[in-house]
């Protein structure tokens, strides 16, 4: 597959996800690609783009790469709330993963691939008018609660129900706000959720 040697070939910018996981994502984005679905790819949550550069890699080599779309804060994370409150410790505070638009920018340069289209907002502040018309696959890392949550509600009313969303974080005891957003999120929908290496796998039942 495609993905593999893009993996292996290249190094990450960052310890926010590994190569696993990665393959794991390119593995289903790939799958869609090779579909041709209608729509785009979005990833809710990039921090500084190690996930988003691979995307844009694999994207390119289908001739795709005007069809991702990214959004981010770039302010961090924002106040855990009590669905996020983890027995495990006090990881993860406000304002942490916190890096600007330019400095995401400045790493697709560096890497000689074109940007996506990026959008700097709260996932709450997002209206469809900021997102693809349709959309076949979603990457979410956004590690809370109402992170997750709020970006279910946008994407799923516009979703290719024969694509995939992936969304990190899954069963992650730190993080336990994500597993409390996707199950009251999906608990009355028609889908299939599988894990991989922590990894929520989304696809329809």
Known sequence: MLNDSIIHQT?????????????IILNHLEHNLNQNLE?????????????????????????????????????GLPDKTIEDLSIV???FQKS?????????????KKNNLPLPKITKAWFNQLT?????????????DSDFYFSILDSLKLIWP???????????DYNYAALPGVTK??????????????QLDNLAIITKN
């Open 11 to 23: 190094n990450l910018i960052s310890e926010q996800i590994t190569k696993n996981k990665l393959k």
């Open 39 to 75: 729509g785009g790819v979005v990833e809710m949550g990039c921090y500084i783009g190690t996930t988003s550069l691979f995307i844009q890699r694999l994207l390119m080599k289908y001739h795709q790469s005007s069809n991702f779309f990214v959004y981010d804060s770039f302010q």
């Open 89 to 91: 410790g006090e990881q």
């Open 96 to 108: 942490q993963l916190n890096c600007s638009k330019n400095d995401l920018i400045i790493n697709f």
């Open 128 to 140: 469809y008018r900021q997102l693809p018309e349709k959309i076949y696959f979603a990457f979410l």
């Open 158 to 168: 516009i979703f290719n129900q024969k694509g995939t969303i992936v969304v990190d």
């Open 181 to 194: 957003a996707i199950e009251l999120f999906f608990q009355n929908k028609n889908v299939k959720i599988r």
